[in-house]
């Protein structure tokens, strides 16, 4: 059993799947709304968002796939 954290990380994890354009409205409408309520997990989004999901972020596109 995965619980809502492991839930969320599978979910989080299947970005990569998508095609880029639409990882970033993936990410903030589907993924911010239900994210679990622990710092952890709002350090966790922050990282992600700055280095793989906002326009201009460090690395053009989610892992890299």
């Known amino acids: 059993v995965l619980g809502v954290f492991g839930l969320f990380l599978k979910n ?3 970005l990569p799947l998508l095609n ?5 409205k993936c990410f903030v ?3 911010i709304s239900i994210m679990p309520e622990h710092q952890k997990f709002n350090e966790f989004m922050d ?14 596109y ?3 796939t």
């Open 29 to 31: 409408e589907d993924f």
């Open 12 to 14: 989080i994890f299947r």
């Open 47 to 60: 990282y992600l968002t700055e280095n793989y999901v906002d326009s201009g972020c460090k690395i053009s």
């Open 20 to 24: 880029e354009e639409n990882v970033e």
């Open 62 to 64: 989610f892992f890299m």
